[in-house]
């Protein structure tokens, strides 16, 4: 279903249609003009597309290359550009064209060895420390909106009968966290329902290697990791194994779930670790401006 304001128009309702006195063809490039943009790139048409807001002023882009380009002279587009792109509209065809990179490594020819290349650089989209979930997904059920508040564009608030929400977070990811966090361990998967914990350590002195079987409990806005059997390769008195035991202990601070919603279960598994939670009788609400 689609709304327009002056009657029907035929094909892509983003597109306006020129302003009063402009035409769709390419006219000739007056002896005047208020702004002249040189050059096609980004910061040339982004410019373009605002001045295009204003048809007031007189503006003309010239490009000395015959056409579009064919291949692009770009490595990418950064996050804050497409920021940038979503006040002109831009930014939800790019995204949906485009391929997500988090990472972009830099290479060129080796100096001491010209028929060979190398890495000069590594530029990371998403910075070592926050914990990096790898798929979150949230349904809700029981979602109460009057038709005319959404017709009007006047939505401020969506009751919800209840939601459930499921986080998945690879041993990966959380290596990464740890290693950020400058934690020497190492989780893997481990018996059913448990994780495996290993690390490099010392005792009393000497150099250790540690396994442990641990469990994964939420406590007061934390994910709590606590080995229950240690495995050294050898024998462990009683002191040593509790302090051993807190060596590999370790917590992941977890924000507080919005709209009162609880985890409900943590299951490891073959390849990462299940997070759920769920809500009953939230609403979702419009922030404030």
């Known amino acids: 279903m689609q709304y327009f304001l002056n009657g029907y128009r035929k094909g892509d309702p983003r597109i306006r249609p020129a302003a009063d006195g402009r035409t769709d063809d390419q006219p000739d490039l007056p002896g005047e003009v208020d702004v002249l943009i040189v050059g096609t790139g980004p910061a040339g048409l982004l410019l373009a597309a605002q001045l295009s807001e204003f048809p007031d002023i007189v503006t003309r882009v010239v490009e000395r290359a015959p056409g579009p380009l064919e291949v692009g002279r770009a490595d990418g587009v950064n996050c804050r550009t497409v920021e940038t792109f979503e006040a002109f509209g831009l930014a939800e065809r790019m995204t949906a064209e485009a391929y997500w990179v988090n990472q972009t490594n830099f290479w060129g020819p080796d100096p001491a060895d010209t028929s060979r290349i190398k890495r000069f650089g590594r530029v990371q989209d998403v910075r070592d420390g926050p914990l990096r979930l790898a798929d979150v997904r949230a349904q809700l059920y029981g979602v109460h909106v009057p038709l005319h508040d959404v017709v009007a564009r006047d939505v401020t608030a969506v009751p919800v009968d209840r939601?459930?929400?499921?986080?998945t977070l690879t041993y990966a990811d959380m290596n990464a966290y740890l290693r950020a966090e400058g934690e020497q361990l190492t989780v893997s998967p481990g018996p059913p329902g448990q994780v495996k914990i290993t690390a490099h350590t010392?005792?009393?002195g000497h150099a250790l290697s540690v396994s442990a079987d641990a469990v994964i409990s939420e406590v007061a806005g934390h994910l709590k990791i606590t080995p229950t059997r240690l495995a050294t390769g050898g024998p462990l008195d009683d002191a040593s194994r509790v302090l051993l035991g807190r060596r590999l202990a370790f917590d992941v601070p977890?924000?507080?779930?919005?709209?009162?919603?609880?985890?409900?279960?943590?299951?490891?598994?073959?390849?990462?670790?299940?997070?759920?939670?769920?809500?009953?009788h939230i609403v979702l609400a419009r922030p404030e401006s």
């Open 163 to 167: 939601t459930h929400e499921t986080v």
């Open 202 to 204: 010392t005792l009393v």
């Open 254 to 280: 977890t924000a507080p779930l919005p709209f009162g919603q609880r985890i409900t279960s943590i299951t490891p598994g073959a390849d990462s670790i299940v997070i759920e939670a769920a809500g009953q």
